[in-house]
């Protein structure tokens, strides 16, 4: 397993937001997490990435308790996240957001990391916009940027925070491809999407998230055509 979490929780005053949450995620698996607004979903993410630190329980990644690691260490050991609402440095070209990431994520040699940098760029189709600030991209652009951002810190486990939401169908099918690419690459994924058709198109499981606790976790079409999981994800009468 690359990742564990067991008994998690984590409250905001009165209210749980991650209240037991227990599941592991083998290395290479596509693991997507479905949830109503509210849910608790980029909650769990903070509480991964150490953004957020867990008020009980354990989280494990790659066989080290991490639970109470500071953000900055667990991304050098290899969690890093795309977010909701895409961060870059505006002013900053394509290419120098993504060395920035890198120097952040994982330092080291500057020769390798702008040769890593550019192999991302090609990899997440930005390699034509290298040099343009980031500002002015497009949507799906910067949504590409965010994923090459998360990608430059040198990931074994990624995290993206519905990075479909917003986009055309065609745009969707073409990010779709690059997760699909960055995934056969080898890099395990956790996605929070609520674009399903995206998500259901990678993941070879879905975990549902209500109120913090988790409800289901499974094949795909299983967690579908469960009752409980239509009547509260869906808001569908069966
Ligand atoms: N820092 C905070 N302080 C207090 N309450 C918070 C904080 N962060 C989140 N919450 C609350 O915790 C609950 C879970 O929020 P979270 O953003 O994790 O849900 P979500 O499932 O990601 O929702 P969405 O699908 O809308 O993004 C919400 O009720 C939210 O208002």
Redesign the pocket.
């Known amino acids: 397993m690359i990742l564990s979490l067991d008994s998690v929780s984590k409250s ?2 009165a ?1 749980k ?1 991650a209240d037991g949450v227990t599941f592991a995620v083998p290395k290479g698996e596509a693991l997507g997490i479905i ?12 509480l991964i990435t150490g953004n ?1 630190l867990a008020s009980g329980g354990h989280i494990t990644f790659e066989g080290r308790d991490v639970t109470r690691l500071p953000a900055m260490e667990r991304v050098r050991m290899g969690v890093g996240r795309s977010f ?1 609402i895409p961060q870059p440095f505006e002013g900053l070209t394509v290419f120098e957001n993504l060395l920035t990431a890198a120097t952040f994520g994982r330092g080291g040699r500057e020769a390798e990391m702008v040769e890593d940098c550019a192999r991302i760029l090609e990899e997440t189709e930005l390699l034509r916009k290298a040099n343009a600030v980031a500002g002015s991209l497009s949507l799906l652009d910067r949504k590409r940027l965010e994923l090459a951002r998360a990608m430059a810190t040198g990931p074994k486990l990624l995290l993206l ?2 990075i479909a939401g917003g986009l055309t169908e065609a745009e969707c099918t073409a990010l779709v491809a690059t997760i699909r690419g960055i995934h056969a690459g080898g890099t395990t994924i956790i996605w ?1 999407e ?1 674009v399903l058709h995206a998500l259901t198109s990678v993941v070879q499981r879905l975990l549902v ?1 209500d109120f ?1 606790r988790v409800i289901g976790i499974g094949a795909p079409d299983e967690i579908m055509a469960s009752r409980e999981v239509r009547e509260i994800y869906l808001g569908l009468e069966v």
Do not use: Y
């Open positions: 905001f005053g209210l937001v949830g109503p607004n509210g849910a608790g979903k980029s909650t769990l993410f903070n957020l909701q925070d519905e929070i609520h998230l913090g």
